[in-house]
């Protein structure tokens, strides 16, 4: 069963305790690494609506419920040498896809496999930029009218593209 959150730096916290395995980046350090152009990866753990509605630039999808041989199938030659960051809403996806695939990628080449802290939420609430497919976007999927709550600005909630 899912506690009702009244904010996300609680669901930030929560994600943190359950997944003590998997290392968390906060959006501010996220935002400093993708500036200098480190070698990362960026991992989109949500729905195909999710996803089409905004994600951050340069980003893949996987599928939330993705086997670790999909994932490997899916980010195959990407990972060599660069640090994957997964995120989805809150990071509660992100975190379970991230601690299923860790050892995999880390065989691969990866350098680490980290989640955002707080997802695209924490992102999208920091005013950090977002993308979809028509360009440069100020909308996020609210996921739910529940984890919608955790939006600073609710009235760019969209479940579709904008």
Same mark, same amino acid.
């Given at each position: 069963?899912?506690?009702?959150?009244?904010?996300?730096?609680?669901v930030?916290?929560?994600?943190a305790?359950?997944?003590?395995?998997?290392?968390?980046i906060? $959006?501010?350090d996220? =935002? &400093?690494a993708? *500036? /200098?152009?480190?070698?990362l990866? !960026? $991992?989109?753990?949500?729905?195909?609506?999710?996803?089409?509605?905004s994600?951050l630039?340069? =980003?893949? &999808?996987?599928?939330?419920?993705a086997?670790?041989?999909?994932?490997?199938?899916r980010? *195959?030659?990407?990972?060599?040498?660069r640090?994957? $960051?997964?995120?989805c *809403?809150?990071?509660?996806?992100?975190s379970?896809?991230?601690?299923r695939?860790?050892? =995999?990628?880390?065989?691969?080449?990866?350098t680490?496999?980290l989640?955002?802290?707080?997802?695209?939420?924490?992102w999208h609430n920091?005013?950090?930029? !977002?993308v979809?497919?028509?360009?440069?976007?100020r909308?996020?999927?609210p996921?739910?009218a529940?984890?919608? /709550? !955790?939006?600073t600005?609710?009235?760019?909630a969209?479940r579709?593209?904008?």
């Open positions: 069963m899912f506690e009702i959150f009244r904010t996300l730096d609680q930030e916290r929560d994600v305790a359950r997944y003590r395995d998997v290392g968390q906060t $959006v501010a996220l =935002a &400093r993708i *500036s /200098r152009q480190g070698p990866l !960026l $991992v989109d753990v949500r729905e195909v609506d999710e996803f089409a509605v994600r630039r340069g =980003a893949v &999808r996987l599928d939330p419920g086997s670790v041989a999909a994932a490997r199938s980010l *195959s030659g990407n990972v060599r040498g640090v994957l $960051v997964l995120y *809403s809150v990071g509660r996806r992100s379970a896809m991230a601690r695939i860790q050892a =995999a990628m880390a065989a691969d080449g990866a680490g496999v989640n955002l802290r707080g997802g695209i939420f924490a920091a005013g950090l930029p !977002l979809n497919a028509r360009g440069a976007t909308y996020v999927h996921f739910n529940t984890w919608g /709550r !955790l939006l600005h609710r009235d760019l969209s579709v593209p904008v």
